[in-house]
């Protein structure tokens, strides 16, 4: 329902600009003007009320997904392994995935996970940040020696449904492209890490 609502109020805005440019044109050519760089200032005008945040948007996400986003590994499991003979096999998966500790508000928040007797999993998630955009971040922690095993970075620019702009749904974008490829990598990662069942 609220889509529909959403696309009809579109519709009715795309009318009011539709005649905005037309009276702009009708302007210009009454008294003696550009009819054509009037209509085109009208048009762009239209434009950029709903949609000025949209270019920004998309040329800031695709920065950071290029230059801060992906899949790290700073220890592998076999290093972990020869690191700390015998532990790999006694590691025993945590059933109950609730976190741990939580710091942080809704927006900014750290949620920590303990994966089994030596392993942690911290998720972050940030924002918003400049132009509608959030981070995620997941590492990977051994929990004796506080040390990072591996790290997932991503970023998107949903918006929380009861926020004012839900409706600006063209600047909704679910994570960098290339997260997806990451993503499974580091369940990979994880799955190593995270002991036999009980």
Known sequence: MFGLLVFLALGIYLLFAAYAVHK??????????SSQRWGWGAALVAFLIPFWDWIPTVATHQYYCATQAGFWVYKTPEQWKAENPGEMEKLVSNKAQVPVRSDGDENNRTDSYSLNQRIGLLNSRRGPMLFNRWEVETALVDKKTNEI????????????????DAWKFWL???????????????????????????
């Open 172 to 198: 909704h974008v679910h994570g960098c492209k290339a997260s997806k490829d990451d993503e499974n990598r580091y369940r990979i990662f994880l799955s190593h890490f995270e002991g036999a069942k009980e």
């Open 24 to 33: 702009a044109r009708s302007y210009a050519r009454t008294h003696g003007k």
């Open 149 to 164: 095993l591996g790290r997932s970075r991503d970023f998107y620019t949903i918006h929380k449904p009861d926020s004012g």
